[in-house]
């Protein structure tokens, strides 16, 4: 790592900090942890356990979290491998619900994460503030909450499962814009459970605190999806039986009490810079300063169908993230096209691949399996498309990426194998190892994390995490 990081200080003092968060830090059972560890013995670890929030990562990471998101004692493994300490500055820039960048901040690493979907984005700002006084927001939220059953009262609605709001018209409740409505999915939350979350909305609204708002939001955004939605993840998103009435008030105070018993935690642990831009990473240039990151630890998305968009929509549109067509089809022009869902005609990603072999083998074979098999639907028709347009994608951010990373940086990319597009198997690290070589990056090994059963193939899948190394020089004036 470049000795330029070093704070003036010298770093004794960081390994003393570092010290004090040990000791502050939650227990962690090395036992348990190492069961999950990625690298040490590859191919046994046939676990889909593998990236289970372990019960002491819970404070700050419980507060909103992406279903099967890597998990906290992955980055950790990495950090130690990566020898990363206060001296140091880590990006994720695929950071989704803040991960990376909530573990550094208990490990007293600098971070900095990039995100383009608003929600996470939000999240992740969120989790990696921890300056709110615990008292301070559980009192504001109680008087939130009393405004709120109390306006529900005046309208003869109980947020209390053992009183029947039977009797309430369908007519006398709050809805969404016809427009905004239309984005959510299809019977995502019950007219009376969308009705209590919007006079929640609006009383959080009328009685704003700029200290607790952001914190209060994102307990609203756990509870409608949790506790109030009728989604379910399995993992992929999906509407389950209908609930006729939830408890709203209840669930959101539950959600920030229990960020408040964290906050009373980590407060404790000295304030570490944790940065979140909301950008585009394959434009990552614009936002984070030119040779200032020595690791980079992230999950960028997959080339496996799933839409970030959707699994999110529903916290998305509540929080006034999207609120219509055009503003979901902005969103998704800023993500990595890894799903037939945000292609777009204009889209150029592909060039960055052109010519790579196995890249355009796996997207024959996919073209050829489909017209053998006859599949004339418009996204089995982007198949191959949107294979060469991720890997394009991700090339190009990797390409740009290397103008932000000083020289012997390391980096840690967890992707895994793929066969969405029918059956066409698409080896997602060792594709992503050979492009980060032509760019110039040192490959210097592909650990195994878990394995997955492939629900339609019945084999398993690797998850793997792609490590690197920028030996910086020439490459990185180059295109
Ligand atoms: C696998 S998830 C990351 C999950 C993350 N590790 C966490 O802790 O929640 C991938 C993320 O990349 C984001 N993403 C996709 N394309 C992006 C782009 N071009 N720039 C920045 N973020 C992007 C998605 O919105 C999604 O949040």
Sequence with gaps: MSKSSRPADGSHRGEERMTERARLRLPRDPAVVGTALPGSAPGQQPNGEANRLLPEDRPVHQWYRFVLSFPPHLVREYVQRFALGASHRVLDPFC??????????KLGIPSVGVEAHPMAHFASQVKVDWTPDPDGLVEHAAEVAEATLAQLSREGIHDDLFRSNSAISPKALRTLPPETARLLLANSISPLPLHKTLVLLDCLRRRADVRHRSHELLALARAAV???????????????????????????????????????????????????????????????????????????????????????????????????????????AGLVRSNTRNVFRVDDDDTWVAGHAEIDRIARRIETRRKHLGKTSGFERLYARVTKLYFGGMARHLAEL??????????????????????????????????????????????????????????????EVVLLRWPGGKASLGG
């Design 96 to 105: 989704g619900t803040g991960t990376t960048l909530v573990e550094c901040k």
């Design 226 to 332: 949790f506790a109030v939605s009728n989604l379910h993840f399995g993992p992929e998103v999906g509407v389950g039986p209908p609930k006729a009435d939830a408890m709203v008030v209840h669930s959101w105070l539950s959600a920030v009490h229990t960020m408040a018993t964290d906050l009373r935690i980590v407060r404790r642990l000295p304030d570490v810079e944790a940065q979140v831009h909301m950008a585009d990473s394959r434009k990552i240039a614009r936002v984070v300063e030119p040779y200032s990151i020595d690791a980079v630890i992230t999950s960028p998305p997959y080339p496996n169908e799933k839409d970030y968009t959707r699994t999110t929509r529903l916290e998305s549109v509540l929080l006034g993230f999207i609120r219509d067509k055009a503003e979901l089809r902005a969103l998704k």
């Design 402 to 463: 290397r103008q932000v990373l000083r020289p012997g940086a390391r980096l840690a990319y967890v992707v895994g194998d793929q066969a969405s597009y029918l059956r066409v198997m698409i080896r997602t690290g060792r594709l992503l190892a050979d492009i980060g070589h032509s760019l110039g990056y040192e490959v210097m090994g592909i650990d195994l994390f878990r394995t997955r059963l492939a629900t339609v193939t019945r084999e398993q899948l690797r998850e």
